[in-house]
T-cell receptor
Framework: GIQVEQSPPDLILQEGANSTLRCNFS?????LQWFHQNPWGQLINLFY???GTKQNGRLSATTVATERYSLLYISSSQTTDSGVYFC????????????FGQGTTLQVKP | GAGVSQSPRYKVTKRGQDVALRCDPI?????LYWYRQALGQGPEFLTY????????KSGLPNDRFSAERPEGSISTLTIQRTEQRDSAMYRC??????????????FGPGTRLTVL
């Protein structure tokens, strides 16, 4: 089945710093989503981005489907950005299931 | 409510008991998914429904796990004869269009199951 790898596994930033999270996947995808799992365990949708570039405030994401990777950019990080960031994909065989990466744990220090 | 809701939010049970976890999808969403998330890992797919039809149950770990969505709305995930290894966060998601390509999934808050 499709493999999803995220890097780095852990990241510590000072408030105000920028960061880039990466998601590599092993096969063609119909669906790619980025999520933020906050410290209370909620899984919050950030982007639905099977291809192209999107921006939402301080966050933006780019997926290059032909090269099988996606990037999540966080600018001017805040302590509320702390948590785990997951990338999840659905393969092009239309299975309906999302395959999640292992996540990047981000800690933003004040 | 506007989002996916799940109940109970926390469930503690003794080994050998049956548990039923409930998911209420976003109004109008036709597809519903169940995932299980172990501590420190990403969610793993269990099963999903388009309307009331179960499309894929390949992720259910064994025959103690079952799910239903009889009227195409609320779904119940049932675990019979619970074991300690069943302890995890159980997450439900829904999507507007039938699952299987090009649709965004929205997740509920999860049910934290602890089996003693």
């Amino acid at each position: 089945g499709i493999q999803v790898e995220q890097s780095p596994p852990d990241l510590i930033l000072q408030e105000g710093a920028n960061s880039t999270l990466r998601c590599n996947f092993s096969d063609s995808v119909n669906n790619l989503q980025w999520f933020h799992q906050n410290p209370w365990g909620q899984l919050i949708n950030l982007f639905y981005i099977p291809s192209g570039t999107k921006q939402n405030g301080r966050l933006s994401a780019t997926t290059v489907a032909t090269e099988r990777y996606s990037l999540l950019y966080i600018s001017s990080s805040q302590t509320t950005d702390s948590g785990v960031y997951f990338c999840a994909v659905e393969g092009s065989s239309n299975t309906g299931k999302l395959i999640f990466g292992q996540g990047t744990t981000l800690q933003v220090k004040p | 409510g506007a989002g996916v809701s799940q109940s109970p939010r926390y469930k503690v049970t003794k080994r050998g008991q049956d548990v039923a976890l409930r998911c209420d999808p976003i109004s109008g969403h036709v597809s519903l998914y169940w995932y299980r998330q172990a501590l420190g890992q990403g969610p793993e797919f269990l099963t999903y429904f388009n309307y009331e039809a179960q499309q894929d149950k390949s992720g259910l770990p064994n025959d103690r796990f079952s799910a239903e969505r009889p009227e195409g709305s609320i779904s119940t995930l049932t675990i019979q004869r619970t074991e300690q290894r069943d302890s995890a966060m159980y997450r439900c998601a829904s999507s507007l269009i039938p699952g299987g390509g090009w649709n965004e999934q929205f997740f509920g808050p999860g049910t934290r199951l602890t089996v003693l």
